[in-house]
């Protein structure tokens, strides 16, 4: 019992050698494979800088004048980037026409703002560096008056007091375009400045004849103006001719009851002409913005409406602003393969990280066969090293003189031991144990030679005499 435990002692302590022994030799790899890994990994980061996967966390995005359309649709897509943490600050302006002039200014840090189509050429949105995400709605021309006035022709107008707004709405322009087309000039009607609220206000108390706007049929006021007493909407009986002479128009119909069915509002239906709102960004906005407002104007404009049907917004159409490609790839045919499997932050980091993944690819393979046979040299090499000392040795005791041969053998073997004792310490992977006992038995066989030869000595000395 005493003899079976000592035995135990004795593989405790050994344990550590032979684990040494039988171990993977991670420092091994990391010599060979370390430096090409380290490369591959600086050139994947320095591909992560400069694709820059990740969004910004902000956007700025210029809305419109204060409860209008364009600032109710910007609370919608602060609420849509929200859920992928991204901050959307939202910048009143008196409108489209503010909205473009911002995005032109290179000072300006607006990021994305609502523009009317017809308010810019394409020209000009290109040598200012300006994309569309899409056209998201039809903004009809909206022409109210006091039913004093019996009005079925823009003609008709002279004379009388319409407001059509600050100048930065974009609607004073599209305006006067409509009347030139009439034969008539801005000066022969009084054209007013007020913003809707107070030109409202103004309308109903009877200090202006009219008041026109651009604006989608969500609005609160439309809908308010539409019901009230004295007031009337402008019929655009040849709706059709308007937009031939200003393809950014279309012709819509506003359908009779609309507004309410029961009280059969409006009593027939009005035909109108439309700009369509069309969202435009700064050609340097971050791709995955790009999508991320794309997806978000699906969600939230593609729904049916007054004078849409479903799915027909948004889209690549409707724009005097040349379509982003990603915009344009997505209105066509929708989300990537990747989209519809992950969640957008997998997907966008996926999509613009596949060079990097494809060239990594391309040097694993080459690297896959070059790492192994490194590896193995690099363990040999710690066995193989030591065949120099021992070809020393046996240079060491060739020719040499009669009278040192004794001298040098003795030297040599303490020489050989002193190996020997170093290659006992060698820490080699289990799999490479053949070369270490062969190394070990060609140490042990130039012993024996050196050991002979000292006998060859003794025989030609012979024995001592007195």
Not at 7 to 30: A, C, G, N, V, Y
Not at 313 to 341: D, I, M, N, R, W
Not at 348 to 367: H, Q, S
Request: charged share 20%; hydrophobic share 45%; aromatic share 10%.
């Amino acid at each position: 019992m005493l003899a079976w435990c000592c035995h135990l002692q004795s593989l405790r302590f050994d344990m550590p050698k032979i684990f040494d022994f039988t171990r993977f030799s991670l420092r091994d790899l990391i010599a060979t494979a370390g430096p090409t890994v380290l490369v591959i990994a600086v050139l994947c980061a320095l591909a992560y800088v400069l694709a820059d996967p990740q969004p910004p966390a902000v956007v700025r995005i210029s809305t419109g004048q204060e409860n209008g359309a364009y600032e109710g649709f910007a609370k919608k897509y602060a609420a849509e980037l929200a859920r992928y943490h991204i901050k959307v600050e939202m910048t009143p302006s008196l409108g489209s026409l503010q909205n473009l002039q911002r995005l032109m200014d290179p000072v300006s840090q607006i990021d994305i703002g609502f523009v009317q189509s017809g308010s810019t050429e394409q020209e000009d949105a290109e040598r200012n560096g300006l994309i569309s995400l899409g056209s998201l709605f039809t903004e009809p021309v909206w022409l109210f008056y006091r039913d004093t006035h019996d009005i079925s022709e823009l003609n008709q107008l002279k004379g009388l007091h319409i407001n059509v707004g600050p100048a930065g709405t974009g609607v004073p322009q599209l305006f006067k375009k409509l009347l030139s087309v009439n034969g008539v000039a801005p000066d022969e009607l009084q054209l007013g400045a007020l913003e809707n609220t107070p030109a409202t206000v103004a309308l109903l108390a009877g200090t202006i004849d009219g008041m026109v706007f651009s604006s989608a049929p969500d609005e609160l006021l439309i809908q308010m103006l539409l019901q009230t007493p004295g007031i009337k909407l402008f019929d655009f009986t040849q709706a059709e001719a308007y937009t031939r002479r200003f393809p950014f128009l279309s012709h819509v119909v506003l359908p009779r009851g609309i507004v309410d069915l029961g009280r059969d509002l409006p009593a027939r239906d009005y035909q109108l002409i439309a700009p369509t709102a069309t969202l435009v960004a700064r050609e340097g906005i971050h791709p995955a913005l790009v999508d991320l407002f794309v997806q978000s104007a699906t969600r939230i404009h593609g729904r049916a409406g007054w004078f849409q049907r479903q799915g027909e917004f948004p889209t690549a159409s409707y724009t005097e602003v040349p379509v982003a490609p990603a915009a344009a790839k997505y209105y066509k045919t929708g989300p990537s393969f990747l989209q519809h499997y992950f969640p957008f932050w997998l997907s966008n980091f996926m999509e613009r990280m596949w060079v990097v993944v494809v060239a990594v690819g391309a040097l694993f393979i080459p690297l896959s066969r070059i790492v192994p046979p490194l590896y193995v040299w690099k363990v040999r090499s710690r066995v193989y090293r030591w065949y120099g000392q021992l070809r020393s040795v046996e240079q060491a005791i060739e020719d040499v003189p009669n009278n040192k041969r004794k001298e040098v053998y003795a030297l040599q073997l303490g020489h050989l031991n002193g190996i020997e004792e170093k290659v006992n310490q060698i820490s080699i992977p289990l799999s490479f144990a053949e070369e270490l006992y062969g190394l070990r038995s060609h140490i042990n066989f130039v012993r024996n030679r050196i050991i002979g030869l000292q006998g060859v000595i003794d025989i030609e000395n012979g024995p001592a005499t007195d």
